[in-house]
């Protein structure tokens, strides 16, 4: 590799390098976030930061221990209909985020990649980017298509480093959010400017919470409901310390996830002949 040309980024490479990258199996990694309000004391590019330091992280060392990884240039605008109360968000349609996704996996697949990985740190990315996935697979069963959000992956890690125990105190612009960027972006973070913001109604059903799933209820209700501030959580317990420690949980459960993804194989299980080779419905 000449000298500074990244062995695992695919914009840094010419098309014979990365046909090599790609003939030789690698796994294509698309860091997926969005511009989006994330209360008073956070930057608009908070998702994109997260999502940018997680594939970096994951993809270099991933690389120095042998997996053969493709990191993609980010998709940085997501769905986010909810935030539009607030200036300075930006929102792809559901349909434009879903249309857009599966035209670049698409195009991996042509030049021959078998195995994308859509790395997610937005929330309201994630049905978008799992029908992105059944769409493509349906119509590539030779490929594996998988939607991560590494976040969600390391929750049962990440609620042992917690200290907003209150439901509702990790959902956004949170503790969480706010110690992963005094981590990597400390000089985009107004600490002054935190406050706890959890106003969101009570349920035994339903709440948001990034490291505590719903009980199967599923509302698109917008932040204007749910927030005085846009915040939801409570950033004021962050800080750099906390965001290291998660960031290496974070990452390290990535990297056993793509470690396990590089070596599942696709193989038809049945047990009568294949009828069809690919679904036709989407």
């Not at 021959?112 to 769409?135: E, F, M, P, Q």
């Not at 974070?250 to 690919?278: G, M, Q």
Request: charged share 25%; proline share 4%.
């Amino acid at each position: 590799m000449s000298d500074g040309c990244c062995e695992y980024r695919l914009e840094e490479m010419s098309w014979p390098r990365a046909q090599a990258a790609i003939g030789g199996g690698a796994t294509a990694v698309v860091p997926v976030g969005s511009l989006e309000q994330h209360g008073r004391h956070l930057a608009l590019n908070t998702d994109n930061v997260i999502a940018d330091a997680i594939g970096e992280e994951a993809a270099r060392r991933g690389t120095e221990r042998g997996l053969k990884l493709l990191l993609c240039p980010s998709l940085h605008y997501g769905y986010t209909m909810h935030n539009m109360d607030f200036p300075g968000t930006i929102t792809l349609r559901m349909e434009t985020l879903l249309e857009m996704t599966v035209d670049v996996v698409s195009s991996l697949l042509h030049h021959g990649c078998r195995k994308v990985v859509l790395l997610n740190a937005h929330g309201s990315n994630w049905s978008i980017l799992d029908l992105v996935c059944r769409r493509v697979m349906n119509r590539h069963p030779e490929a594996l298509v998988a939607a991560v959000s590494p976040v969600k992956m390391a929750a049962a890690e990440l609620e042992k480093l917690r200290e907003a125990k209150e439901m509702g105190g990790m959902a956004h612009g949170c503790e969480l959010e706010t110690s992963l960027m005094l981590h990597l972006r400390p000089e985009l973070v107004e600490m002054e400017k935190a406050v706890r913001d959890i106003s969101q109604p009570d349920s035994r059903f339903y709440w948001r919470d990034i490291l505590r799933g719903s009980r199967g209820v599923a509302m698109a209700d917008l932040t204007r409901h749910v927030s005085r501030t846009g915040l939801v959580g409570d950033p004021t317990v962050a800080s750099a310390a906390k965001g290291r420690r998660c960031f290496e949980v974070i990452v390290a459960t990535c990297l056993e996830f793509l470690a396990e993804f590089a070596v599942r194989e696709v193989a038809v299980t049945l047990d009568f002949p294949l009828t069809h080779e690919r679904t036709e419905i989407e």
